[in-house]
Nanobody, 126 residues
Framework: QLQLVESGGGLVQPGGSLRLSCAASGLTANYYVMGWFRQAPGKEREGVACISNSDSRPYYADSVKGRFTISRDNSKNTVYLQMNSLKPEDTATYYC???????????????????WGRGTQVAVSP
């Protein structure tokens, strides 16, 4: 059984930065596409960024392009989300996710996920 544990959330002012981390345990994460989703109160869940397992090819939602960067370290079974130029509309619970035998587009756009983390809160406010 794969377990995902997120960390790095918190409160930040607009324009600030945060780095989220997600550590996977239980199974080798190298074969999995990994990603970050978010859900704000009253809104649908959104695939923010996903990264492939083979060549670390990323996919970004339009809402975060140019501001967020996803990366992974397979030696540590960890995926990261560097969030810069944060806006109040980025406020949400951020969830780490993994999926086997899929693409970054299917994972992020179609919610093709096999495992979810419990989430970490990100609040962007003056």
């Amino acid at each position: 059984q794969l377990q995902l544990v997120e960390s790095g959330g918190g409160l930040v002012q607009p324009g600030g930065s945060l780095r989220l981390s997600c550590a996977a345990s239980g199974l080798t994460a190298n074969y999995y596409v990994m990603g970050w989703f978010r859900q704000a109160p009253g809104k649908e869940r959104e695939g923010v960024a996903c990264i492939s397992n083979s060549d670390s090819r990323p996919y970004y939602a339009d809402s975060v392009k140019g501001r967020f960067t996803i990366s992974r370290d397979n030696s540590k079974n960890t995926v990261y989300l560097q969030m810069n130029s944060l806006k109040p509309e980025d406020t949400a619970t951020y969830y780490c996710a993994e999926a086997l035998w899929t693409t970054v587009e299917k994972m992020c756009v179609d919610d093709r996920v096999d495992y979810w983390g419990r989430g970490t809160q990100v609040a962007v406010s003056p």
